[in-house]
């Protein structure tokens, strides 16, 4: 019996290395396939039959059309393609059918905000998601109007499709009433990030691009390293007089771009303490030191030209400056390279620059103009309008912003793979702070989060002194505020 069990083992291995040997030309096909995804290995609920043909009503900002609805003229466009896989994937999954419901955009209060809460008064379900201005939504929704995102079913704010980071910003008490994500296209258009016109560089500089590129791979892309480059391209064209027609090194606007600097340098304007409480920051050494420099580089160096809207090749912003050749390098956001794209410039995309080479992390922050996210409280099936938005969310993240990062941002709008490592970096590490996600609350640009943009543009770096005036009113108003995160 025993040599027949091992003759049985012997005939087995012989025949697996025939069977290996059969193969020599290349592996089976079968074997080096990735397992194919079922349905059941998708990671969302599962549909319910008194679901079947529900609506689920979006109301959005009518000139934020391509976040929601796709046009059979610009079938072929890979955004405009991939909102119809979205979509589809998310109807067809669970028999329903998505309305994206257009508002003006002229006024938020009247226009936006108005209607949903004539429908929330009414106690009329009228739409199940809210998306709308960030920067304004956010504050607007902690007053009692929108549903807490924690208390949501089936939705996971730790999740890949969600903005973790935003979320913990944004949460006191347990709550936030506000949320972004890969479902918010405009989210990812407007990270942060600095745009270089390597066609300058390359003329001027021996080392090249090549050679900030590896200040970036090397941990040295700071501030101080950027103002050194910014003052090598700066020249007069002849006239002694400076204006658009001349070449600096740096070209920008003082709104966004400089707020930017702030959360790119890891420096908190607030703080949440062991006890849930959360307390607003004076300004660090490290902020004061920050609008110095800054002062001295955008208003006292002659280095950095100042715009505000297209005075420079008829583009709006400061890229025009990068796009004529008169600016070597300007701070604006990723959704800004589709502009670039369409010049005769080559280009380069870079991350903010890190405070010191001591810290250990590049970091973005994505401007609050873009879309975010609330439920209104009278939804009546929370269970259905939370699996209808984890699954927007989910196939936002497989489709849509997919075909954003890989076919737009990196390939598409960054000319260079060094640009596309870049973008990963913007798109991986973004940074918030509670003063930031709900700073219409104090005022529109009136609060802590504006105090550095403030300084730069009075040409008065007084931060500390202006927090201090303002100290009575900032903590007077959070402390209000927070009564609202119940």
Known sequence: MKKLVVLLLLLSMILAVFASCSNDNGPVEQNTREPETGEEEIPL??????????????????????????????????????????????????????????????????????????????????????????????????????????QIPYVELTADWWDGNFAEAATYNGSTYIMTGSLSLSHMYTSSCVFFNQDMINARLEGGSAEIYQKVWDGTWTIDAFYEYVQQFTTDNGDDVWNELDTYGYATNVNNPIDSFIFCSEIALSQKNADGSIKLLAPSEQLINLTNKLHNIVNMSGHTYIQEYGNAAGIDHHIGMISLGRAAFTTSYLKMAATLRDTEIMYGILHYPKWDEAQTQYHSITMDSSTAFAVPRVVEDPEFVGAILESLAYYSHVYVRDALYESVLKYRDAKDVDSSKCVDLILENPLYDFAYVYAFEWGDQAGPSALLRTCIKSKQPYIANAFKSNESRFNTTLEKFLKNFK
Do not use: C, H, M
């Open 45 to 150: 609920p599962e549909a319910k039959a008194e679901w079947k043909d529900r609506e689920f009503n979006i109301i959005y900002r009518d000139s934020y059309d391509y976040e929601w609805v796709f046009e059979e003229a610009l079938a072929g466009s890979v955004i405009n393609d991939a909102i119809f896989d979205r979509n589809s994937a998310v109807e067809e999954r669970y028999d329903i059918i998505i309305n994206a419901i257009p508002t003006p955009n002229t006024s938020f209060d009247t226009d936006f905000l108005q209607p949903i809460r004539n429908s929330i008064q009414a106690g009329d379900d009228d739409y199940q998601l809210a998306a709308g201005y960030e920067y304004r939504l956010a504050s607007n929704s902690a007053y009692g109007d929108f549903l807490n995102w924690y």
